[in-house]
């Protein structure tokens, strides 16, 4: 992609400046809650890495072309980018993305922290490819359904509906489903050194003070 765009001057009066003025600080919390740096997002993108830059910093204001490869690079909603103001519906109008073959169905809205989707994730072919992945970043995985096939460091495992994995991502990991159909999980993902916080059952017999 050419990035040819001009910098543009703010206006008096411009209505969009409001909704623009949170970009920025957006845009950087996506990119660092995926454990992303500048050059990775400017590959992705094709997006010069200044051009990032003065985005993430606010010195630039975004065209639609620009948030529209953001959006589709952080796996987003475009409103969520821009911060559009609420409509007054409560309801949650989630949109699905899909990578390679996994449909990823976002259940959080807000940048920064961890982020919660649901996935539903094909029957596998024998033949696929095994690589484990490693990257910034704390996986939590709950089997909704089917079975999930993950392949952690040195372990091989088989996970059923109720159980659980979590583990940070710098291990290397892969994962599919175990078959024979789709499996559905929930997935937790926070930033390198975020943990999931459970909270202990109380021992029986015992009570706990509000």
Excluded: C
Excluded at 178 to 193: C, M, S, W
């Amino acid at each position: 992609m050419r990035d040819d765009h001009e910098d543009l001057p703010a206006v008096a009066g411009d209505d969009l400046a409001p909704v623009l003025a949170g970009v920025g600080s957006r845009l950087r919390a996506l990119r660092r809650n995926r454990g992303a740096t500048l050059n990775d997002l400017s590959t992705d993108t094709g997006i010069s890495i200044s051009t990032l830059s003065r985005l993430e910093s606010g010195q630039r204001r975004p065209t639609l072309e620009l948030l529209l490869l953001l959006a589709r690079a952080h796996h987003v909603p475009l409103d969520e980018l821009v911060g559009a103001p609420a409509t007054g519906d409560p309801r949650i109008h989630p949109r699905p993305t899909t990578r390679h073959g996994m449909t990823m169905l976002p259940l959080s809205r807000r940048p920064g922290g961890p982020q919660a989707y649901k996935l539903i994730i094909p029957a596998r072919s024998p033949s696929e490819d095994r690589e484990q992945q490693v990257h910034e970043g704390y996986d939590w995985l709950y089997v909704l359904s089917g079975g999930l096939h993950l392949l952690l460091g040195e372990h091989d495992l088989v996970l059923r509906a109720g159980e659980v994995a979590e583990f940070d991502t710098r291990t290397p990991h892969w994962f599919a489903s175990a078959g024979p159909g789709a499996a559905e999980v929930l997935a937790l993902f926070g930033p390198q050194g975020e943990r999931m916080h459970v909270r202990a059952r109380p021992q029986p017999g015992k009570t706990t003070t509000p």
